[in-house]
């Protein structure tokens, strides 16, 4: 079962480690460190615009992982392959709720990370 779920994943991401240090005003800095490359499955499920904030793209969507991925529901996901095709621009995307671990491998619920450019890309 572990396997065909493996196989089944065509997508290649970074998992972006969450690390927090305080500034001198004992406010949190957050960062991000990448990893090496991992095997996983993105799927897309619907893309909503937010009018309030300015017509910003929302993207959702499942990230499914092998099953011994070391992921905190802090981390990020920097997807930087689709269908074994590199990306011009990685998607990256915050992880929404629980870390759901099932007997053949990971699933994540995920929203893309907009850095202000209104195309819905992360950095």
């Given at each position: 079962?572990r396997?065909?779920?493996?196989?089944a994943?065509?997508?290649?991401?970074?998992i972006?480690?969450?690390?927090?240090?305080?500034?001198?005003?004992?406010?949190?800095?957050?960062?991000?460190?990448?990893?090496?490359?991992?095997?996983?499955?993105?799927?897309l499920?619907?893309?909503?615009?937010?009018?309030a904030?300015?017509?910003?793209?929302?993207?959702?969507?499942?990230?499914?992982?092998?099953?011994?991925?070391?992921?905190?529901?802090?981390?990020?996901?920097?997807?930087?392959?689709?269908?074994?095709?590199?990306?011009?621009?990685?998607?990256v995307?915050?992880?929404?709720?629980?870390?759901?671990?099932?007997?053949?491998?990971?699933?994540?619920?995920?929203?893309?990370?907009?850095?202000?450019?209104?195309?819905?890309?992360?950095?």
């Open positions: 079962m396997s065909t779920q493996d196989d994943m065509q997508d290649t991401c970074r972006g480690a969450y690390t927090s240090t305080d500034d001198a005003y004992n406010l949190p800095n957050v960062t991000y460190v990448y990893g090496d490359e991992v095997v996983c499955g993105l799927d499920l619907r893309s909503d615009e937010q009018h904030s300015g017509e910003v793209p929302v993207i959702t969507g499942i990230v499914r992982l092998p099953i011994g991925t070391e992921i905190d529901e802090r981390d990020r996901i920097r997807v930087e392959q689709r269908y074994n095709e590199e990306l011009t621009t990685p998607q995307f915050e992880i929404e709720g629980p870390v759901d671990r099932g007997p053949s491998g990971i699933r994540l619920d995920v929203r893309i990370v907009d850095d202000g450019s209104g195309l819905g890309y992360g950095v």
